[in-house]
């Protein structure tokens, strides 16, 4: 039986990997804009963020196999209508091992937190509006402070090797790893509790799934150390944005910074409690979500996405031919 040709669509083909889109060639027909192509004859879509696939939009690919999506989260994609229609999802989740040289996100955290600490954003915005006082930033030294991960995968593991290289004190919470795997890493392994009460500087690096969707709410927030730092690289809706803005007002949280809030693909900008405190000048930092957009960051998940299509393809043809 011959198989018939795949056609790809590339939703944001801007910049894109040219050894993915070889790759992609190899598989069918390659198309990299919308208008090329009727949707109903659509057999894979690849997306990175600039897209939310909810049921509403993927309706119109009728003849749908695949998604791919070289990213960790998947807040951007329905999967549960995927599972029901029998659309596979493939992202980087399943290619763990090729993402450890892929360090831009950690890099990104550990910005973020000396960002913050040092009141970076806020002093130059003062030197450029005419004033000189230092005084007026006077911070602390990373090394003095305890930093608190909650999450040991690839991205926390690469902040504790960071955090541990400036001589912070680094504990970590993540249920799913052993005491060996903690120690390797440099990192105590604590509970959550324990982290949230005993740390200077919180970073949150686990993936959003039902247990840690909403993790971060006012009951945590009052366990903080008075004056803690928030540090938010993961996804947007692993914390409570009301219970953050009420921690900012009292004083409890000196500062946030995040490069993800809640709903990035509505009206979230113009919602979000976050974003709203950082325009009132509080000590809050918020970036577009840019932690894996670094052009060696991109090429790379790029290029491991669609060589984990091609190997899915490859396997279900055969199947086919059989």
């Not at 030294?141 to 090797?161: C, P, V």
């Not at 894996?292 to 086919?320: H, P």
Request: with cysteine; proline share 2%.
């Amino acid at each position: 039986m011959q198989v018939t040709p795949d056609k790809i669509l590339l939703l944001e083909s801007s910049d894109y990997s040219q050894r993915a889109i070889d790759i992609y060639r190899k598989i069918g027909s390659v198309f990299d804009d919308p208008n090329l192509i009727q949707a109903d004859q659509v057999t894979i879509l690849v997306v990175r963020l600039g897209f939310m696939l909810n049921r509403c939009f993927l309706k119109e690919y009728e003849k749908l196999k695949y998604i791919v999506s070289p990213t960790t989260g998947l807040n951007h994609i329905d999967t549960v209508y995927c599972k029901e229609r029998g659309i596979e999802v493939i992202s980087l989740t399943e290619c763990k091992e090729r993402l450890q040289e892929v360090t831009s996100t950690s890099e990104l955290t550990l910005g973020l937190i000396i960002g913050l600490l040092r009141g970076i954003t806020a002093s130059c915005n003062s030197v450029r509006d005419g004033v000189w006082d230092r005084d007026q930033y006077k911070s602390r030294q990373l090394s003095d402070m305890t930093i608190g991960i909650i999450g040991l995968g690839r991205i926390g593991t690469h902040l504790a090797k960071y955090c541990s290289a400036l001589d912070m004190t680094v504990i970590a919470s993540d249920p799913y790893r052993s005491e060996k795997y903690f120690s390797k890493r440099g990192a105590k392994k604590v509970n959550l509790q324990e982290l949230i009460s005993t740390s200077d500087i919180v970073s949150i690096n686990c993936n959003l799934n039902s247990e840690t969707e909403q993790l971060i709410g006012w009951a945590e927030i009052k366990l903080l150390k008075p004056g803690c730092l928030l540090v938010n690289t993961a996804r947007g809706e692993i914390v409570n944005e009301d219970a953050i803005e009420k921690g900012i007002r009292e004083g409890i949280l000196a500062g946030i910074a995040v490069d993800v809030i809640t709903d990035e693909h509505k009206n979230g900008l113009m919602n979000s409690k976050i974003v709203s405190l950082m325009r009132e000048g509080f000590n809050v930092i918020v970036t577009p979500h840019i932690g894996g957009c670094t052009s060696d960051a991109m090429k790379k998940t790029e290029e491991i996405a669609a060589e984990r299509l091609e190997e899915r393809v490859q396997i279900y043809n055969r199947r086919d031919l059989q």
